[in-house]
């Protein structure tokens, strides 16, 4: 992967003091989509406004395609930058929005007619070149606002919780569409998002950041199924972690059950992460791990269950449908090795890098 934009040992302060980025470094590949994931306050914000040239950094490098950045204005930097308030000119039509990167650049009428047409096709808004916005639904708001970014043909397209004014539906389209444009386009895209489930959706690498540190980078899958951290594991879906021993096979013990063996693992202590649907449940019987059911609650595709154990309430999700446990049905629970991952002490946080 050819790096597109480093971004090396980046410090922030506010005037205040607060310390909102401690040296991070991240790469954003060339023709990817990169979001930066993260609780609200953890400098999601503050990097990308960094990268986009609108704040520059205490310490630290922004290089973009082998040149050094730290110190270009915006404008120089070559990126466009979509907000979650879609930011339109109240009384510009449609067309007049889209054009006003290309006619700060100095493209010719006609040049910059064809580039808005084109940008528009893209987003599904042709034929709307003459609405002004407040006679737009918000989720074309949203397609103009990206129209316009779209047609700057920048190296790097910013986008700061892109879908957050959007209701549930229109958040799935333009998620969607966000995505195919992207990788019909081979744009370099930079999306950040508190929304893991819109993190894992879209992207190809996912960056995750706690506190203003980076917590973890890699693939979707790389996340959920290999969390580094309890904080990572946690933020990336409903997964528990537990104590946990290995044996000198291999095999992980929790209270009564037994998973594995890993050979890679070495014997001693742990912190294991269980995703609910690594459960399984049964009628009680010797065997598992012994509970009673406390509620449950059917969500179409799956159903909710949560069980007192030994171990501490424990939420399975099972597919729907499946046996039906009433409330106070003693039960065994057993769990499958999917969707449980070995927390490995002292790992470096970067390391899937
Ligand atoms: P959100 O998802 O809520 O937008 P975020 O991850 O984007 O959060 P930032 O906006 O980057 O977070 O803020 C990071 C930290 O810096 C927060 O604790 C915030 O309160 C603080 N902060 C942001 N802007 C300023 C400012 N201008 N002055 C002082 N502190 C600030």
Known sequence: M???LEI???????????KALHGVDVHIPDRRLTTLLGPSGCGKTTLLRLVAGLDTPDEGQLIFHGEDVTSKSAEQRDLSLVFQSYALFPYQSVEENVCYGLRMQGLSA????ERCAQALVLVGLQGLEDRMPHELSG???QRTALARAL???PRILLLDEPLSNLDSNLRRHIREDIRSLQQRLDLTVLYVTHDHAEAMSVSDRVVVMQEGRIAQIGSPRDLYERPLSEFVAAFMGDAVTFDA?????GVVHLGPLQIGPDPGLRRGAVRIVVR??????????SAGLPGKVLRSAFLGPSTEVWVHTTLGEILVLIPSPGAAYACGAPVSLFLSAQGVSVLLPSVFSNASE
């Open 2 to 4: 050819r790096p597109g």
């Open 8 to 18: 090396r040992g980046v410090t922030k302060s506010y005037a205040n003091g607060y």
């Open 110 to 113: 006609a040049s910059q007619r």
């Open 139 to 141: 989720g074309q708001q």
């Open 151 to 153: 047609a700057l043909q």
């Open 245 to 249: 021993e290995v044996d000198a096979r």
């Open 276 to 285: 609910p649907h690594a459960w399984r449940i049964a009628p009680a019987s």
